[in-house]
Nanobody, 113 residues
Framework: QVQLVESGGGLVQPGGSLRLSCVASGMILWFDRMGWYRQAPGKQRELVGT???????IYADSVRGRFTISRDNAKNTVVLQMNSLQPEDTAVYYCYADTGPSWGKGTLVTVSS
């Protein structure tokens, strides 16, 4: 089992930035890919982006160039830096690890003026 705990969500104006963090604990040696998914109201959960232990990145087209994922393997953390946020980025953001897979409980990001 892998436990994932997110932090950093909140309310931001369009064009603003937010930084989400996720800390992993438990059977952390068993997973390779970590990252983020999101689920907007009334929509299915969708990929935001992921990163492997070796640093290989995947981003959704909708966030590429605005969002950046980084990872600290020594601290078992993954960070999502979100810039140029738009109202359509409003969603619950979930941390993900590929063992299980495993999910955090989610953190709400609201982009509104």
């Amino acid at each position: 089992q892998v436990q994932l705990v997110e932090s950093g969500g909140g309310l931001v104006q369009p064009g603003g930035s937010l930084r989400l963090s996720c800390v992993a604990s438990g059977m952390i040696l068993w997973f390779d890919r970590m990252g983020w998914y999101r689920q907007a109201p009334g929509k299915q959960r969708e990929l935001v982006g992921t990163i492997t232990r070796g640093g290989i990145l995947i981003y959704a087209d909708s966030v590429r160039g605005r969002f950046t994922i980084s990872r600290d393997n020594a601290k078992n953390t993954v960070v999502l830096q979100m810039n140029s946020l738009q109202p359509e980025d409003t969603a619950v953001y979930y941390c993900y690890a590929d063992t299980g897979p495993s999910w955090g409980k989610g953190t709400l990001v609201t982009v509104s003026s």
